[in-house]
């Protein structure tokens, strides 16, 4: 897919110019890509001369604070005077993944949804821009602030550099389109500084992190013949070594470099409503699917990068994943 032949479909364009009270929302628990394509997408709505507002459920994660942000991130809609006008949904692979704070909302508003994952249900209900094949929200999003006129430079390239390096493992990973590699020699055309932004992403760990990698790593278990690599990561981890949600992210592709490993598995125990439930992230390669095993879980993703939330104990979600994960490479044979 070239940069050439890509065209944002007329119907969202429209409904992003026709609407004046417009809400961004990416899905809960953001990584770079959902947080950087809402930030990226309100720069480009303010170019047109909209303020539109961003929201999350979870807020701005800490390791994106370098960022300049065109307003705050809401965190609640209780403070909005009234209903925005249009929502646009962007990464998120089904409704769902927006958070529960903000189902009503999408029951009685207008919505566009922009997404770039596998079996996307098409939610939104007066535009859908799905494409697969487009290595991060963020690139479709660069293309829309084209479409709009909005210049790819300062702090809404920034914005997208975040969003498209991330999602593309730092344009080392297969969904690294020629597309995506040319918007950024565009926007480092424009001045983007690319050792500043690279210094600000990864050179911010904290401890914590340090210390769960560490103990993580320690008791990462080899299993079948060496093709899968699973990381269990319990309450007691994440509590003795006083860690967050993003001090585990990234230790999944770390597993993925072991010689011979086919799927990576980190599952991260967390509490919600008094209750445990494993976050599960899987990573492979090439052909390697692990969409399908997420999928069988109620989540999704990509081929090479899905994830799901099973109401289970690490241990217990492991030992019903297995089999699933063994079909990867079966299927294949
Ligand atoms: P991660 O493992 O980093 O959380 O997510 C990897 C990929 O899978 C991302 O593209 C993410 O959007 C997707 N993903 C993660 N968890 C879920 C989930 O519960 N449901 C769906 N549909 N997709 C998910
Ligand atoms: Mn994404």
Same mark, same amino acid.
């Given at each position: 897919m070239t940069t050439e032949n890509i065209s944002v479909p007329e119907e969202l364009l429209s409904a992003l110019r026709r609407h004046k009270r417009v809400l961004i929302a990416a899905h809960a628990r953001p990584d770079p890509d959902a947080m950087g394509s809402s930030l990226a997408m309100a720069w480009a709505l303010r170019s047109t001369g909209l303020d539109a507002l961003v929201f999350n459920e979870d807020g701005l994660p800490p390791f994106l604070h370098f960022l300049t942000l065109p307003g705050p991130v809401l965190t609640?809609?209780?403070? +909005?005077? @009234?209903?925005?006008?249009?929502?646009?949904? +962007?990464? @998120?692979?089904d409704r769902a993944r927006l958070g529960e704070t903000i189902q009503p909302l999408l029951d009685r508003v207008p919505s566009v949804n922009i997404d770039h994952h596998l079996d996307n249900p098409l939610f939104g209900t007066e535009a859908n821009w799905v494409e697969p094949g487009m290595a991060a929200t963020g690139e479709l999003v660069a293309y829309i602030a084209k479409a709009l006129r909005a210049p790819l430079h300062g702090a809404l390239a920034e914005a997208l550099y975040v969003a498209i390096s991330a999602d593309t493992g730092n344009f080392s990973y297969g969904n690294t389109t020629p597309g995506a590699l040319r918007l950024v020699a565009e926007m480092v055309e424009e001045g983007l500084d690319l050792p500043r932004l690279r210094e600000a992403m990864e050179n911010n760990w904290t401890e914590a992190r340090l210390r769960l990698w560490g103990r993580i790593m320690q008791k990462v278990r080899i299993l079948e013949d060496g093709k899968l690599a699973a990381a269990l990561i319990t309450l007691e981890d994440m509590k003795s070594c006083n860690a967050s949600r993003e001090d585990s992210e990234g230790i999944v592709e770390q597993l993925r470099r072991l010689s011979g490993v086919r799927v990576a598995l980190m599952l991260r125990e967390e509490e919600k409503d008094g209750k445990i439930q494993v976050k599960a992230s899987l990573r492979s390669s090439g052909r390697d699917n692990v969409q399908k095993v997420a999928a069988q879980f109620g989540g999704g993703g990509h081929r090479n990068a899905a994830g799901a939330t099973i109401a289970l104990d690490a241990e217990k979600a492991l030992a019903v994943m297995q089999p699933y994960i063994r079909f990867v490479w079966n299927r294949l044979q």
């Open positions: 609640s809609l209780d403070s +909005l005077p @009234c209903d925005p006008d249009l929502v646009v949904c +962007l990464d @998120c692979g």
